[in-house]
């Protein structure tokens, strides 16, 4: 494509998994199922938290948030992804990449808050039980969730702009299956160092505090449930806690993996399935998490089927 006024093109080839012919229809089957119960299973857990009196508490607000930004997360680069498995045009457009580039920052950022929030609900509840709904008041809870989408993505169109300010000599071939902030820095023929820098710093931030409120959550959590005396009460307590850890410890691991190691050591094909992770089997297995180990939301799903089948 050519070269327009420096670094402005009229778009990008996203390479994705070229490189491996041989994997294009596997990952293609595998990715359409996956994305399809990433569909059917955050679309039921934010169908039931509305419909369902017994779900409309703050935890089940932020987890059908959370729902909710898998899914907008999940189809900004999947269906692109797929259609490039099956055809020969890898192409994107200049507009596309920066609006892929710009959600994805967004709704990676929000969730790191997201997950974060909900872990001082769950203090709230298990530390705090007597002042629970005073504390987790329902304009509260709207506020914090709106916020948490407010900040991130004025600071996702703030770093948008800054990588796509960064002169890429004509170079507009990516080594990505999306428009992502390690690749597309590898496309800048100067030194990338302050953007480097700036990003790792904004990366610290939407990664770190949250991962520090979420620990210090924790902390105050396990150090009440071990006051409580009886083992089924213990294993009560935990059991609410179980899976926001679980997803806690998937979303954290790949992000971290990805934005905060330096970018000489980064790997362009691991970086590939890092991303895979992060952008299809995270939002697919968070439902399984929730609704699994949730004796509420299975029971909402059992009243529903009972309807259903009479």
């Not at 369902?52 to 997360?73: A, R, V």
């Not at 872990?119 to 914090?144: E, G, N, S, V």
């Not at 806690?241 to 954290?252: A, M």
Request: hydrophobic share 45%; charged share 10%; net charge positive.
């Amino acid at each position: 494509m050519e070269q327009k006024n420096g670094s402005a093109f009229t778009g990008f080839i996203l390479f994705g998994f070229s490189d491996q012919p041989q994997l294009e229809l596997v990952l293609f089957v595998v990715l359409l199922i996956f994305y399809l119960f990433t569909l059917l299973g955050n679309t039921t857990i934010i169908a039931l938290s509305h419909l369902d009196p017994h779900l409309q508490t703050p935890m089940y607000f932020f987890l059908s948030n959370l729902s909710f930004l898998d899914l907008c997360y999940t189809t900004s680069t999947v269906p692109q992804l797929l259609v490039h498995l099956r055809t020969t045009d890898k192409s994107i457009s200049f507009g596309g990449c920066v609006v892929q580039l710009f959600l994805s920052l967004g709704l990676g950022g929000t969730e790191c808050i997201l997950l974060g929030v909900m872990a001082f609900d769950r203090y709230a509840a298990i530390c705090k039980p007597l002042q629970y709904t005073m504390i987790m008041h329902p304009r509260l809870c709207a506020l914090m969730a709106s916020a948490s989408w407010f900040i991130v993505f004025a600071n996702s169109s703030l770093e948008t702009v800054l990588i796509f300010l960064i002169p890429l000599c004509g170079r507009n071939k990516i080594d990505h299956f999306f428009c992502e902030v390690p690749p597309l820095l590898k496309l800048a023929c100067v030194d990338t160092t302050v953007y480097e820098s700036e990003i790792f710093f904004s990366s610290m931030i939407f990664l770190i505090i949250p991962l520090a409120l979420i620990t210090f959550s924790y902390g105050w959590i396990v150090r009440a449930v071990l006051r409580i005396k009886s083992a089924s009460g213990q294993k009560k307590a935990f059991g609410t806690c179980g899976s926001h850890i679980t997803v806690v410890s998937l979303f954290y691991g790949t992000a971290i993996y990805a934005y905060l190691q330096p970018s000489n050591n980064y790997s362009q094909d691991q970086g590939k399935f890092v991303s895979l992770f992060y952008t299809i089997i995270t939002p697919m297995v968070n439902p399984i998490i929730y609704t699994l180990r949730n004796k509420d939301m299975m029971g909402a799903i059992k009243k529903v089927l009972l309807r259903t089948s009479t």
